[in-house]
C-alpha cells in the first residue's frame, strides 16, 4: 500500500541520514549492553528488546511458508513503526542505570603507569615514539601532573595545563576494541593512560564531577568504618575536565604501525582503530585535574565524591 511505502521510505531515509558516529555510539551501547555492562538492560533486555524478540520467535513458529511469509513482512512494518514513546522507555532506561552507577559504583584500579622525557623519542613522528606507558607499582599525582611522566602535546602545545595533569581509562573501552581481532594485540598501556580502571564503564565519569581514589580498606584490618573514613579522607580527588580524543600519534603502535602490512594496509588499520575508539565522547579516556595530591596504586578503589 502508499501507506506502507511510505513508511519504508521513511525509515530509509533516516536511516541514511544518520550520521556514522551516532551509528557506532549505539552499536557500542547495544553490544555493551549485551556483553560487557553490568546493566540491568544488558541482562533483561530493553524493553523494546524484549518485544522484537517475541515477535521474531512468533515469526519462525508458524510452518505455512505464505503464513510465515505475511507474518515476516507484517512484522518488519510493525518494527519500523515502533513507537517514539517505546524508543523514550529504552534511552530512559539507559540513563537511569548510568546515574545509578555513578552514585553507588565503586570501581578498582588495575594499572598505574607513566612514561618520562625521553628526547626525541617523545617527539610524536620521531624514530621510537610511542604512546605507550609502562606499568608502575604507584604513582604520585599532584596538580601539575603525574611525577616522572611526560605528554608532548600537553606540555608544548598546552603549556603544560593542570587540566590534563592525569589521564584515566575504563575496561570496558579496551574489551570492547580487542574484541575485534585485528586490534586484539592492543595491551593496556597503549593508549596512553596514567590511571586504568575495571569495574566501571567509561560512563561513570562525567566531565564537572569529581572523584576519589583511595586505599581499600576492610573490617580484617580492623578500624571498621572509621579505617575507611581515614583512608577515604587520604585518597586523591580528581575533577574530570574533557575527554580524550582519538589521535593519529596512536597509530605509531607497533601492531598498526608494522612493517608486516603494506602503506595502504596500515593507514586503513589506523583510520579503523580510530573510528572505533571515537564512538562516544569519553570513549577513549578522560582528562582530570587534580584536587587532592597523593598516591594512587593497583588495587584502590574509585568512587564519586558526593
Known sequence: SSSSSSTISSFASRAYDADASSFRRMKY????????????????GSKRGRKQQQSASRIWSSTNPISNL?????????????????????????????????RRGIGTVLRTAARPYLEEKSRPGRPGYTTRKNSLPQIEVGRSGVSGDYNDYRSRALGSTPDRAVSILTSDVMAYVKDESRFGALSDGDLGENVYVDGLSYTFFEIGKR??????????????????????????????????????????????????????????????????????DGFRGWYAKVISEGIIRPGDSVALVG
Open 70 to 102: 505475511m507474518d515476516r513482512a507484517s512484522t518488519f512494518l510493525n518494527d519500523l513503526t515502533v513507537t517514539a514513546t517505546e524508543e523514550q522507555d529504552d534511552a530512559d532506561e539507559a540513563t537511569t542505570y548510568v546515574e545509578e552507577e555513578r
Open 211 to 280: 572523584y576519589r581514589f583511595s586505599k581499600k580498606t576492610t573490617n580484617s584490618n580492623g578500624g571498621g568504618e572509621a579505617a575507611a573514613a581515614a583512608a577515604a579522607a587520604e585518597g586523591v580527588v580528581v575533577e574530570i575536565t574533557e575527554p580524550a580524543v582519538p589521535c593519529a600519534n596512536l597509530c605509531n603502535l607497533e601492531f598498526i604501525n608494522s612493517g608486516l602490512l603494506e602503506p595502504r594496509q596500515r593507514i586503513e588499520k589506523c583510520q579503523a582503530f580510530l573510528e572505533k575508539l571515537g564512538i562516544d
Open 29 to 44: 551501547q547495544y553490544d555493551a549492553a549485551n556483553r560487557w555492562s553490568r546493566t540491568s538492560i544488558g541482562q533483561g
